[in-house]
Structures are given as structure tokens and as C-alpha cells.
């Protein structure tokens, strides 16, 4: 279908409650991101405020519900999930008064915001995942490596911060989108196909910008662990083939149990400094598919074509239309 012909909209239901009809003509603009690991997604609505509405009656408060979908007019549909309101705030001028609600996909409650402290003994990834995400009421999904450790141990720290360095260290990605955790291995993610192709010179591209660089990327990584065999300390190393650079990332000050603990660590830790060697943003038609932990894969870009990891991105609908903006990163398969 032709860009011009298409006709976007979204959905929003809020205090369960479907506003759609009510707020189009009032609506400024609609705001959705996401993101692969490590933050909450993210929706922000302005309106119009012109008969006082959403300073009286409509007025957001805090922890209200609100779920938003996006469809693109050409057939896509875009499931943005539940958000909690975060921060509703109310401005003005000569033009009029406008209102613009905030919503976190993360549940805004106390459990979340408490730092602790507790160690988990002869368990396995997903058994301490499924702790930590049981406590805090949330359901689990995703691919899952199959290893146990002696000990892990969360040091004041809030749930989601200790979930992220968990993951991290384990080769993981980890994210939260209203009552559901994702906590998913990196091959997961990075190794599916490509959900779209960007071409060069495609009208559905507005812009692009892509950066190449070896600053900050490592061709191995060395991890060592206690043998308890011989007694002695052992090397691991790890080697990303497609790095020329020459320099070593030392995994230092960590107590890594044996040969398969600092496998992963080493992996993991390779992986998350070499997806930034390629590093960029495009900005789209309204697309979708053009969500965090989808891939696309660019074409006619010369040296900086392939398979890209969309990292994170913004869908917005205005009156100009449905623009959707990702930003990139070089996906990496073992």
C-alpha cells in the first residue's frame, strides 16, 4: 500500500475504559518506546486540554492503568502492552492548555524499589530467576541456559538492577513489559532472522546514520577460575574472529566457579562490548516490525550492510503522520 494512502491509529484503554474516540481529536501526539535490555518501556500521550477535562474529572493519577496499541493503516499492528502512570503533567500558554500522560511498563510498587540483600545456593539460572521474578508477581518467559551455580549472591540491590547484572554476566538479556519478565539468552535474540529489510533509497527511509569503530571492542576476552583439580588459577579465553584489534578484555575481581562459569562470563562479556562496533539509527515510515529485539537487515549500504540488532526504538504518531525511529546494533551469533 502506498505510504500516502495509509491511514494510522492507535488504541488506548485507560482505567480499563477505551478513550480512543474521545481523545483523537484532542490527541497531539502518542509516544511508545521500547527497549532490548535493561529498561522499562515507555508511552507518552499529549492532548489538548482545552475544556479542563484532564485537570477535573480525567485527572491521571499515579499507578492508573492504560494499555496502547499502534496500527499502522497498511495491516501491522503494534501490541505496545500495559503501562502504570508515571508522570502526568499539566502546561499552558495564550495557544491553551495541554496535559501530557507518561506510563512505565514496569509496576510502579514498593517491592521494586527495595534494595536487598540474599543468596542463592545450588540453584540454577532459572531457579533464581524465578525467585526473584515470583517475589515481585510477574510471570516468566524466554530461553533459559541450563547451568547451576554453588552460590549467587544479590548485594543491596533492587530486583531489576540485580536481574540486568545477572543477565549480563550470564550471556542473557533481561526486560520487563507490564506483569511479564523476559529473560532470554543472547543467541535468542541476536540469531533470528531478520524481521525486515532496509533498503537504500527505499521512500519508507527518511533518514540513516551509521558509525563503524574498533574503540572499545576486544578480539578475546580472558576469564580465569579456580581449578579444583589442581589447586591452581586457569585461563580462559574467548576470541571473536571478526575483531582485528588486538586488544584483550581481562574479567578481573570475580570469583568464577569453574571452567563452564567462566565460559559464560567470558562470552557474555565479549558479546556486550563487540555489538558496538557497529552502532546506528534509521528513522521510518511507520513500521511495526521496527521493534527492540526484532532484527532488520540493511542493504545497499556498502560496508555497513548486514544483520543489525534493533536495540531500542520509538514509534510516535502526530498529525504528520507514524514515524518510527531504532537505534542499532551489530547482532551477534555464536
Known amino acids: 500500500m502506498s505510504d500516502l494512502l495509509r491511514s494510522p491509529k492507535f488504541q488506548l484503554i485507560y482505567r480499563g475504559t477505551d478513550i480512543s474516540g474521545d481523545m483523537d481529536p484532542m490527541t497531539t501526539s502518542i509516544s511508545y518506546t521500547d527497549h532490548v535490555h535493561g529498561k522499562a518501556n515507555e508511552i507518552s500521550v499529549a492532548v489538548h486540554d482545552k475544556d479542563g477535562r484532564w485537570k477535573g474529572s480525567w485527572k491521571p493519577e499515579h499507578g492508573d492503568k ?21 508522570e502526568p503533567d499539566a502546561s499552558g500558554s495564550r495557544s491553551g492548555d495541554t496535559m501530557t500522560i507518561r506510563g512505565m511498563a514496569a509496576p510502579i510498587t514498593k517491592a521494586l524499589r527495595t534494595k536487598k540483600t540474599r ?7 532459572r531457579n533464581i530467576v524465578e525467585k526473584v521474578v515470583s517475589d515481585l508477581g510477574l510471570s516468566l518467559e524466554g530461553q533459559i541456559k541450563d547451568h547451576t551455580f554453588a552460590r549467587v549472591t544479590q548485594r543491596r540491590e533492587r530486583d531489576l538492577e540485580f536481574l540486568k547484572r545477572f543477565a549480563e554476566e550470564t550471556g542473557h538479556y533481561f526486560s520487563v513489559r507490564g506483569l511479564r519478565a523476559t529473560f532470554t539468552s543472547l543467541t535468542s535474540i541476536d540469531g533470528q532472522g531478520p524481521a525486515f529489510d532496509i533498503f537504500h533509497g527505499d521512500r519508507s527511509l527518511i533518514d540513516y546514520k ?97 544483520k543489525r540488532l534493533i536495540n531500542s526504538s520509538n514509534h510516535t504518531l502526530s498529525r504528520g503522520g507514524y514515524v518510527s525511529s531504532a537505534e542499532l546494533l551489530h547482532a551477534i551469533t555464536e
Do not use: W
Request: aromatic share 10%.
Open 66 to 86: 492504560m494499555q496502547l496499541t499502534i496500527f499502522d493503516g497498511a495491516g501491522g499492528i503494534l501490541p505496545c502492552g500495559e503501562f502504570e502512570m508515571d
Open 210 to 306: 551509521f558509525k563503524l569503530k574498533s574503540k572499545g571492542t576486544f578480539s578475546k576476552a580472558k576469564a580465569t577460575y579456580l581449578s579444583q583439580n589442581s589447586g591452581k588459577t586457569v585461563a580462559y579465553e574467548e576470541v571473536d574472529p571478526t575483531v582485528s584489534t588486538g586488544d584483550t578484555l581481562r574479567i578481573s575481581g570475580e570469583r568464577l566457579e569453574n571452567a563452564a562459569h567462566a565460559e559464560m562470563r567470558a562470552k557474555s562479556a565479549l558479546h556486550f562490548a563487540n555489538r558496538k562496533k557497529f552502532t546506528g539509527s534509521v528513522k521510518l515510515v511507520g513500521n511495526t516490525r521496527a521493534i527492540a529485539g526484532n532484527t532488520a537487515n540493511l542493504t545497499g549500504f556498502g560496508g555497513y550492510s548486514g
Open 119 to 125: 543468596g542463592f545456593e545450588f540453584q540454577s539460572i
